[in-house]
Every structure is written in C-alpha cells, then in structure tokens.
C-alpha cells in the first residue's frame, strides 16, 4: 500500500501555502483593497464574485457558496483528492515527502493516477526513443532540427518518436510491469480484432506529448512523416478516462503564468506553430488539441484571461474558423482580436523569418477587433453598391452583437457598426432586436440536442471506465475542519468579506419604479458601484457601505421585497435566484427560455429607456438623469423603493390600529407602527428630503 503523509509533513504542508500564490496558478487575481478577487472557476460568470483573504489564507467563491483554504481550492476546482493535493503543494515549495512507490504500489492506486503515471512513462521513452535511437535521431530529430527545434525546446515539449514497430512501445511497457489494461486505457494500444493482439496506436510518427495545465500528460498526437504511407498526417489518442480534447488547450502548462502576466493568450492552430512561437520568445501562446474551439476550452482559458488574439492562415478554412472561435468566446464576454498572416505564411514560418519583434510588429498593426474583422470581411465579398448584400452584412454583425452579454458593450458595437456602415443606429439596432429573438429560439433548440448529446456521450464515457474511482472531493475523515486548522479566519462567525444584506419586509410600488430597477439590473449588472451611507452635499465620502457589482447589490437590498406587478416580480424572482447561482445575469438565457410576452418585455428593458415615476417629481425628488452616475441612479432608485414600501407598512399598520379591539395586539401595533416610523426617519434623513404625508 502507499504510503501515508505524516503528521508533522501535514503540518508543514500547510504552514507553507500561500493562498493567493496557489490559487494565482490557476485564475487571474486582482487586488482590491487588501484582499484579491477573480471570477469564479466554478460557474460561467461575467462579475468577479471569487475571494482570496491573504490574511486569513482562505479562498470564498461568493457564487456558489465555496470557500477553504488551499489544499481544499485544489480538490474543488481540480477533482484532487486530499492526498494528491498535498502532493501538489509539497512540490511548489520544494517539501521533500520521501514517499517512493513500487509499481506493484501503483497499481494498487486510482485508475487515473495509473493512467497518468503511464502516460509520463511514455512520453520520456518516446523522447528517448527520439534522442538515443539510430532510427529516431535519423527520422525524427532530423525532421525537428530542419523546422528549427531547439535541443532545449525538444527537452521542455518533451518531444519524441515512435519506432515504426507495432509492439516496440507495448513490449517495453509490459516489461516494466505496466498493466495491459492501461494500456488500452490510455490509448497508447489497441487490441487486434483479428487474433486480439496488444498493438501500439502510434507507430513510425514524432510525438508531442499533450499535458493539462497542471503539466500532467493526458495524452498524445502523433504526426506522420512519410508521404508515401496512406495514413492520416496527424492523429491523437483516443478519447480516455484522462483525456477529453475538447477541454485541453495544447501549450497551456508552459504559457499559463505568462498569459496571466500579460493578460492576453494568443491562440494558434497546430503543435508547431505554438513551440515556434515559444521558442521564439512569445511564451503567451496556446492551440487546441485536434478539435474546434469550445466551451470547455474558452472556460479554461479564460481563467487566466479574457483578452484572446486569434492569429489564423488567411485562407477560407482559417477566416470561418476564426469567425466560429470568436463567436463563441464573445458569449463569455472575451474580448477577442484576429490576425490573418500573409497568403502561404502560418505562425511559425512568419515568426522564422521575420522574429518576435517582427511577429509582435505585425500582430499590433494588422489585428483587429472581431466585430471590425467580420464586417471588413463580409463588406469584402459584397458587391460593391449592392443594397441587398449591405442589408445581410448588418443582420449578420448583429447576429454576432447578440452574442455579447453586456447590453452595454452591446450598445457601444450598434454605433460602431452604423458608423462603419454608414447606416443609421436605429436600422442596426432593429437588427439586434430581430437577432436576440431569433438567437432565443435557436438557444432553446440548441439546449434540446445538447442534453441529447450529452446522455451519449454518458453513456459512451461509461464504457471506457476501466475502474472505479473514488469521488473528486475525498474528503478523508482524519482532515481537520477548517475550523479548526484555521481558527483566527472563522473567529466570531466570520468567512471572507461579506456584506450583510439589510431586510425590510413589505409589498407594493408603483410598476415605473420596479421597471427602473429592472432595467439597472438587467443593463449594468456587472458596473462597479460605490455606495455611501449618509451622504452629505460637499463633503468627501471616506468610507463606502458597498463597493462592488451593481447586480449584487441590488439583489442583497431588494432580495426580501415584492413587486406589485406579478409579471415583474416573476422576472425579478427568477434574476435573484440566477445571480445567487451565477454571480451575474445571463441575458441570453432569458431571451431563450421565457414565454414571449416575458421575452418581449425583457427586450424593453434592455433596449427602450424606462419613464421614471412622476410622483417622484410631486414630491420634490429630482429624478436621476438616464444612467448619468449609476452610483446615484442605483441609490436613489433603491432608497425611494424602501421609503415607499415603508410607508405602504404604515398606512396598512394604521388601519389595523383603527379597527384592533385587543389591548395587547394594540400594544404590539404601536411598537411595529413605532419601528416603522423610526425607519421612515433614517431613510428621510439618509436622503437628504422631506417627506410630506
């Protein structure tokens, strides 16, 4: 059996772990404040809604409720058990476990651990196979030196071949003892249908290994070298318990902090052309392995950032499959710029002959915004003077603008797209309107066939399991409670900053007002605010009672209030509820799963500026300008909500005062009726008004 971590090591462990360095190796952390903040690695949110207390050296993920320190970070976001995560910090800080395992030890592992132990052992003695055989250094090391391959480079890619033998790799493995079921497990082999015979997958090609972000090797392409073989030029491993193409981003172990640093990831198409540019000095560089871009891919990338060039050949094969990648990644609210390189020219021929400078030269000058990139490429293959072909080119920019969540970002391509047109915004916009409605239908289908697809791929994944392993979150019984292994961060009931949210209970507005909150929280969901407290009229604000998203604090003020209108309170149930999962509001997913007087309303708000309430002039209050300064706009909405419910309290308190016969449910009325006008006051007060009954 393997062998246990002891106590004191536990210990150490701990003591060392930086949390804001850990979890830095995974997301993009910003400072505010004293603290650090990211976007959630665990939902798809567009606000950062995830926190690091450097002080307390714990993490807490306001959107789903997570929170621990950095041993439990890693068995949430990475499916680590608590062993393997101490594992991983021991390593980062260089803390010797003196933990040797036998293969016999190993077999009596997880599957997976098995699985990727294999893989390393494979991608050392392809790499052998490439630098210490007469063969591999004839065929292989002489292809990557032609292309210009360092020996360094060679090294860090652990670049190798595989001898044109059918059993050269299986042979070697079963004599170090490694499973045949492994094998098969990883997609190293294949059985033979014919007699069943243990065969290799990759025969007579280089190699390049593919590694998760963690540097783990999950699997393997293999690019062939002799023409003359009827064979595909490239194949990878087959789909494992391990290994999923569609969510592994190839160079992204080697390029992850220097993306992080840079804030920008620039993404290629093929192996080559990422070790080219990296060996190069463009480090920030990562390519999907054997796939379209996806969902999976861009959540994993964007961890790290949210600014992607896309740099693709500039043929129809690379222009439609940069137009598909950058639609997807604007839904996530990437923000994306696409460079063609000259006719017959890819990454690492322009970078060989014209180096980094030259390549980042290029890149600065000819990128261009994806929204710009698709109407200059459509305006091009339009005839010139053409109404008809003017007409699609604007429904299909605004096809792609409907893609973007943020209504304000939204807005600002409309008038870039007028302009670059030369066509008035309202013809853009009306396009949008007809795009987000048919985008709702299409989302609608979309989710039937992806729950289709799915449940086969479910099934399919059960079949390649070849063992059981234990759950992500395998929590041992003998690990401490965070509690107790931090007691200073859980002191009085505390977690990691958090606002508690302030009740007032009633019901009741008029339907202008909660159509202006509405239309705050479904516009600007993701703006920062700072919100003070008793404010006074040319005095400076030093202390704030919020700072952060809009979205979250309207939630936290108006999450115990009804609507009056029961169409909107539906709506504004059903955004609190998403906010709590997501951390933001997904625009989209409104407009593709509500009925259609609810969509058409959603589109209201979003597009048609909503008439404050004239009481609000009745009374002296002097309404906002439209979104003039959101920090006012949000506090002023919020607070005459409040006023307003509470005087509804009174008057209703009032009425049951006038007609109660009880002497004891009297007493209790006029302390409720006592506690509401004392409310009323420090509302009055904190705005600034007179309220005129």
Request: with cysteine.
């Amino acid at each position: 059996m393997a062998k246990r971590i002891p106590p004191e090591k536990v210990e150490e462990i701990y003591n060392a772990a930086d949390i804001v360095e850990i979890v830095g190796d995974f997301l993009q952390l910003k400072k505010r404040g004293t603290n650090y903040f990211a976007l959630s690695p665990f939902t798809n949110e567009k606000t950062p809604s995830f926190a690091v207390s450097p002080s307390k050296n714990i993490f807490k993920d306001f959107s789903t409720g997570k929170g621990g320190n950095a041993i439990t970070f890693l068995m949430d976001l990475e499916g680590m058990t608590y062993v393997e995560a101490l594992k991983y910090v021991a390593d980062k800080y260089n803390i010797a476990l003196e933990l040797e395992e036998t293969y016999e030890e190993v077999e009596s592992k997880d599957v997976r651990d098995s699985l990727y132990i294999l893989n390393e052992w494979a991608a050392k003695w392809f790499n052998r196979q490439l630098t210490e055989t007469e063969d591999g250094r004839k065929i292989g090391l002489s292809y990557f030196r032609e292309r210009g391959m360092l020996e360094g480079t060679i090294k860090e890619f652990m670049l190798g071949y595989a001898p044109d033998q059918w059993e050269a790799l299986s042979n070697e493995a079963l004599k170090n003892q490694f499973n045949e079921e492994y094998l098969v497990g990883t997609g190293l082999c294949f059985k033979s249908d014919k007699d069943g015979k243990l065969l290799d997958r990759f025969k007579g090609r280089i190699m390049f290994p593919i590694h998760n972000h963690l540097g783990k090797v999950l699997g393997f392409g293999g690019r062939i070298l002799d023409k003359s073989q009827k064979a595909a030029k490239y194949i990878n491993s087959p789909e494992t318990e391990i290994y999923h193409k569609s969510k592994v981003l190839y160079g992204l172990y080697f390029s992850k902090n220097r993306i992080r640093d840079l804030d920008q990831a620039i993404l290629v198409e093929g192996y080559m052309d990422v070790i080219s540019l990296y060996q190069n000095g463009i480090t920030n560089v990562v390519a999907t392995s054997g796939t379209a871009l996806t969902d999976d891919q861009i959540k994993l990338l964007k961890r790290f950032s949210k600014n992607v060039l896309l740099i693709y050949d500039a043929d129809n094969a690379g222009i439609n499959a940069a137009l598909r990648g950058a639609d997807l990644m604007i839904e996530q609210e990437l923000a994306v710029r696409v460079l063609l390189l000259p006719p017959g020219d890819d990454p690492d021929s322009y970078v060989k002959a014209n180096g980094k400078s030259g390549f980042e030269a290029y890149s600065q000058e000819k990128s261009k915004d994806f929204v710009e990139f698709k109407i200059d490429h459509l305006m091009a293959q339009a005839l010139p003077n053409d109404p008809m072909a003017k007409t699609t080119v604007i429904h299909e920019v605004a096809s792609t603008i409907s893609r973007i969540p943020d209504p304000v970002r939204q807005s600002v391509y409309v008038q870039f797209t007028a302009e670059k047109l030369q066509v008035a915004e309202p013809v853009v916009e009306n396009a949008l309107r007809q795009a987000l409605l048919s985008k709702a239908k299409n989302d609608e289908r979309q989710a039937r066939f992806d729950k289709a697809r799915k449940d086969r791929e479910s099934a399919q994944n059960s079949q390649l399991q070849i063992g059981k392993s234990p759950p992500a979150n395998d929590y041992p019984p003998d690990m401490p409670p965070l509690e107790v292994l931090y007691p200073e961060a859980f002191a009085n009931g505390e977690t990691a900053i958090v606002t508690p949210p302030r009740e007032i209970h009633s019901t009741g507005l008029t339907i202008s007002q909660e159509r202006e909150l509405l239309r705050l929280l479904f516009n600007y969901p993701s703006a920062p605010i700072k919100i003070a407290e008793g404010r006074v009229e040319g005095q400076e604000v030093k202390d704030y009672i919020y700072e952060g998203p809009l979205a979250n604090y309207l939630i936290q003020e108006l999450e115990d209030m009804d609507f009056d209108d029961p169409v909107l309170n539906k709506l504004k149930i059903q955004v609190t509820e998403h906010i709590a999962q997501k951390g933001t509001i997904d625009v989209n997913q409104y407009l593709s799963h509500q009925g259609p007087d609810m969509i058409s309303l959603i589109t209201e708000l979003l597009t048609i500026p909503i008439e404050v309430s004239k009481n609000w002039e009745k009374y002296d209050i002097k309404a906002p300008k439209m979104d003039e300064n959101l920090d006012d706009a949000v506090y002023s909405a919020v607070m005459h909500f409040k006023l307003k419910k509470i005087k509804q309290l009174l008057k209703e308190t009032h009425q049951k005062i006038k007609e109660n016969q009880d002497l004891e449910k009297l007493d209790d009325l006029l302390k409720v009726y006592a506690h509401l006008n004392n409310l009323k006051q420090e509302l009055s007060k904190e705005l600034g008004i007179v309220i005129h009954q």
